[in-house]
């Protein structure tokens, strides 16, 4: 059974780190581009960040650029999210997803994790 399952996630002070990580069973994530998106209570999902295959190219929402920083080891069958300064507006529950190519758009996606509460509160 294919699975991806995040981790990571939790509650952290504004300014403060997080990061989250997506973990595959039942396929080998390196045939796989990798987003992440995350949904705040009331909103729509939207795309975070996404990587290639290989980890060459990468992309960001830019809400988070500059912020947050995606990355994959492939050997371990894993994808990572380091989310650096911040914010209320973080706030979400946050789902990584397996497709065919590097998007922001849920569509390409094809797998997807359950999701991590990520909270930003003081």
């Known amino acids: 059974q294919l699975q991806l399952v995040e981790s990571g996630g939790g509650l952290v002070q504004p300014g403060g780190s997080l990061r989250l990580s997506c973990a595959a069973s039942?396929?080998?994530?390196?045939?796989?581009?990798i987003g992440w998106f995350r949904q705040a209570p009331g909103k729509e999902r939207e795309g975070v960040s996404s990587?290639?295959?290989?980890?060459?190219?990468?992309k960001y929402a830019d809400s988070v650029k500059g912020r947050f920083t995606i990355s994959r080891d492939n050997a371990k069958s894993t994808v990572y999210l380091q989310m650096n300064s911040l914010k209320p507006e973080d706030t979400a529950i946050y789902y990584c997803?397996?497709?065919?190519?590097?998007?922001?758009?849920?569509?390409?996606?094809?797998?997807w994790g359950q999701g991590t509460q990520v909270t930003v509160s003081s």
């Open positions: 997803a397996a497709g065919p190519i590097r998007s922001l758009q849920e569509a390409h996606y094809d797998y």
């Open positions: 039942g396929f080998t994530l390196d045939y796989y581009a």
């Open positions: 990587i290639t295959r290989t980890g060459g190219s990468t």
